[in-house]
């Protein structure tokens, strides 16, 4: 149980119930032309619930400074909570789709190469909803379970790619040139 003013924007500090999470991975030689990874967890959500989340992924490295990769990541959530406007939060029943390809060019120990691919895709729907009062005692800021309040449907729908170039050259320890 803890306490939490980040996910409101500026609009006050509730308490986050006691939550569980699991996780089990399995990863296969990393220093291997091939490598795979899985893995499964489950984690509680801020208000109750539970997020299912599967990982699976590949890793080609046909050469020390070549790397390929990608890893595909679904999570099927029950309680995801977010803040909607002023003190309004909305729980969303949501699928979420990540998948996330990465080729690595090491030209030199000091220089890299990256271009990554990321497409996220989500679909949300509300399903519970609930307000935090501004003048309740501070020690005391549960989030209040409320009818859906008037406008329109909170759910949402998101299909994103992301495409990126990037170059590191290392100058010194600690001092990195980015260009993205």
Known sequence: ERYDDLNSFGNGTYRVQERVNYSLGYETNTAKEWSYNIAAAVNGEFQGGRNFQYTT???WQPKDNIRLSGEVIHNDRDGWLIHQEEQ???AFQANQWRTNLNFDYFLTAKQ???MVLQWVGIKAVGDEY???PSDAPTNNRDLLRV?????PSDDF???QLNFQL????????LSDLFVV
């Open 88 to 90: 309004n939060f909305t």
């Open 157 to 159: 729908s998101i299909s």
């Open 57 to 59: 992924g590949v890793t």
């Open 130 to 132: 609930y307000f935090l």
């Open 166 to 173: 990037r170059y590191r050259w290392q100058i010194a320890p």
């Open 147 to 151: 009818a859906k309040p008037a406008g």
């Open 112 to 114: 890299q190469f990256r």
